[in-house]
Structures are given as C-alpha cells and as structure tokens.
C-alpha cells in the first residue's frame, strides 16, 4: 500500500506543477494595445449643429419662463438649429392690454443680446429671433475645442507618451496616439 502512496502522490505533484506552469507561464504574456503597439491615428468629428440647437432650446426654456413671470402667455419655439419664434397667446383683452403685453415682451427679448430679431409682427403678436453670427461662430469654435480639451483629458489618464491632440478644419479633433517606453 504503502507504494501506491508514493505514485498518487507523485502523479498529484506532477498535474499540480504542470498546472502552475500554464497558468504562469515563465514567458512574457500577450498584452499589446494601442492597435497592436503600432499606434492610434483618430479623426474625431464634433456635432456643432447639435451644440447650437443646445443652446437655442435653453433659450427658449428661459425664454418662455421670463415671459410666465410677466404674466404674459406666450409660446416659444425653436425654429431650425438657431432661431426661436415668440407668438404671444391672443387674448380677449383690450389693444392696450395687447400693446402693454408686447412691450413688455420685447423687453424680455432684449435682455437676450445673442439673438437678433430677424422678424417682427406687432399686429399677430409674433417675434421671430435668430442667433446672431459671431455667437453662433463662438458657439462652434467652443464645441470642438471643449472635444479636443475631453480627449486630452481621457487619453492623458493612460500615461500615452507625446499623444498628438489638436483642432483638424472646422469641426474635427485628430487624436495621434503612440506607445510610451513603459511596456
């Protein structure tokens, strides 16, 4: 019995060590990245439009609050990626309560120096607003340099040697990615 002993304990050491050996092997392990270590080349494009629509729908939101807190019953729309339309409520009330109403309303307009009034319709109570161009010129260089500033920041927390981020055109972000001497 004794001998069996010895052989089941041999053959339990020999599958323990064999074991070890493919779960640690002694050679260094497949770990690339980075497209295979060969490096990132990213053309990145920023939605602009989307930035500009943003900010009219804010608009608008403000707008039309301002208005319920004068007590003027209006409806605010936004029209295409930057204007907003402002069509006061009709109302059984008299001209110069109408008039009153539309006073105050382009007063409330006023205290919006980005948009312009690009149209105007004091008899249907309606005001067509538009943002003007160098907001709307702002606005965009402000989107993609806030994308190219939030993939500086995410690549940065890889420790990615001499990483390429900069501004590509109008509304691009190129991100050129290389691997450090680290690993």
């Not at 004794?2 to 304990?9: A, E, F, Q």
């Not at 403000?62 to 069509?87: F, N």
């Amino acid at each position: 019995m004794p001998r069996y002993l010895s052989l089941r304990i041999a053959v339990v050491a020999l599958v323990i060590a064999a074991s070890a050996w493919y779960l640690y092997p002694p050679r260094k392990t497949i770990n690339l990245g980075l497209d295979l270590q060969g490096g990132i080349h990213l053309v990145l494009g920023v939605e602009v439009e989307k930035a500009l629509e943003s900010v009219a729908e804010r608009t608008a939101a403000d707008l039309r609050s301002k208005l319920q807190q004068k007590g003027i019953a209006a409806q605010v729309t936004r029209q295409g990626a930057t204007g907003l339309l402002v069509e006061l409520a009709p109302s059984p009330a008299s001209p110069e309560a109408r008039q009153q109403a539309w006073t105050e309303a382009r007063g409330v307009v006023a205290e919006y120096p980005t948009f312009t009034t690009k149209a105007q319709d004091q008899a249907a109570g309606r005001l067509e607003l538009a943002l003007t161009d160098p907001e709307a010129s702002r606005l965009r260089d402000f989107a993609v340099r806030q994308g190219v500033e939030t993939i500086r920041n995410r690549v940065d927390q890889f420790g990615v040697a001499e990483p390429t981020i900069q501004r590509q055109g109008e509304n691009r972000c190129l991100a050129r990615l290389e691997r450090d001497g680290r690993g």
